[in-house]
């Protein structure tokens, strides 16, 4: 069945620095792709989306490619800071009902 | 607008007790989701309804109902739940079912069945 795989975390890193989140799918057709971010005891909010190969999803700095050759979807960042904290999941949808398929979620921390 | 709104934000009930949760979405959505999150795990779907009538319910038990009053509002009826059943229940919304809609989630449900 489809699958998302994640970087495992905790990732911590310095504020400023630059920041990547692995993501990989395995799917049987072509489909959407999205990064959802969850602050402490919130709900999920999305942060991007892309729906086709070549794609490219970029909010608030952020920014994903999707990449059909090497079914990768990998969250990037240039300048990270303390409020970014938070858990990262990617997700996809495909087959029909709308179906979020979702990672194991990675927890970013960020320090002064 | 891109909220969807959940209450109560918190509930705390009985294994006995019989309680509802309730979402709301006024961006004229006509699919709208209820899922399940446990602690650092990610979301589980639990039911889908699509344009007020559900077109997934993934093998949920019973002691779960939900109901689209209309194409606005989305309850979660609780009967007999189990203190496993303890979570954060979230609902979502899309433009429509199909799968190149995203899904905006509510703020979420902390249930705690003791």
């Known amino acids: 069945g489809d699958s998302v795989t994640q970087m495992e975390g905790p990732v911590t890193l310095s504020e400023e620095a630059f920041l990547t989140i692995n993501c990989t799918y395995t799917?049987?057709?072509?489909?959407?792709l999205f990064w959802y971010v969850q602050y402490p005891g919130e709900g999920l909010q999305l942060l991007l989306k892309a729906t086709k190969a070549d794609d490219k999803g970029s909010n608030k700095g952020f920014e994903a490619t999707y990449r059909k050759e090497t079914t990768s979807f990998h969250l990037e960042k240039g300048s990270v800071q303390v409020s970014d904290s938070a858990v990262y999941f990617c997700?996809?949808?495909w087959g029909g009902g709308n179906k979020l398929t979702f990672g194991t979620g990675t927890q970013l921390k960020v320090e002064l | 607008d891109t909220e969807v709104t959940q209450t109560p934000k918190h509930l705390v009930m009985g294994m006995t007790n019989k309680k509802s949760l309730k979402c709301e979405q006024h961006m004229g959505h006509r699919a709208m989701y209820w899922y399940k999150q446990k602690a650092k795990k990610p979301p589980e779907l639990m039911f889908v309804y699509s344009y007020e009538k559900l077109s997934i319910n993934e093998s949920v038990p019973s002691r779960f109902s939900p109901e689209c009053p209309n194409s606005s509002l989305l309850n979660l009826h609780l009967h007999a739940l189990q203190p496993e059943d303890s979570a954060l229940y979230l609902c979502a919304s899309s433009q429509d079912a199909g799968d190149r809609y995203e899904q905006y989630f509510g703020p979420g449900t902390r249930l705690t069945v003791t």
């Open positions: 799917a049987t057709g072509y489909p959407s």
């Open positions: 997700a996809l949808s």
